[in-house]
């Protein structure tokens, strides 16, 4: 057992992944035999990721604020602080604030034996991020 009291510096999450401003908080990194990520990350309000997938599928849960989800040609989620989300392997996805409030959310994920994270896609477009239940 190891016990972690002095957190990772908060950085800006990259532009390429990410639509307007967002921050992440490194929790568990993977190391040794253990596989696992998990991130902390603040949206701003309107920020967003990039289309992305996870070659083992990822965990996001909301710990305060109201956020969005979607997978592809699926329908745009609302979520609020206690929601959780299930991406299965392989799916596409996006996640992120509302239009008007911040939100932040655990993510967590099993990275594959060849140490991929993610695949990022194109950026989410106005278009589909206004196509949600919370921009009307």
């Known amino acids: 057992m190891r016990v972690s009291r002095t957190p990772q510096p908060t950085v800006a999450a990259p532009p390429e992944w990410v639509s307007g401003a967002a921050w ?9 035999s253990s596989r696992f990520r998990v991130d902390s990350v603040h949206f701003a309000p309107g920020a967003r990721t990039a289309w992305h997938r996870h070659p083992l599928g990822q965990v996001l849960h909301v710990t305060e604020g109201t956020g ?20 299965a392997p392989g799916e596409w996805h996006w ?31 106005e278009a589909e991020y206004l196509n949600g239940p919370l921009a009307h």
């Open 24 to 32: 992440v908080d490194e929790l568990a990194a993977p190391e040794e």
């Open 68 to 87: 969005l989800v979607q997978c592809r040609g699926g329908e745009v989620h609302t979520l609020r602080a206690g929601d959780s989300v299930r991406v």
């Open 95 to 125: 996640h992120g604030a509302s239009p008007s409030t911040f939100m932040t959310h655990l993510a967590v994920q099993e990275v594959a034996e060849d140490g991929t994270e993610a695949e990022r896609g194109p950026h989410v477009t």
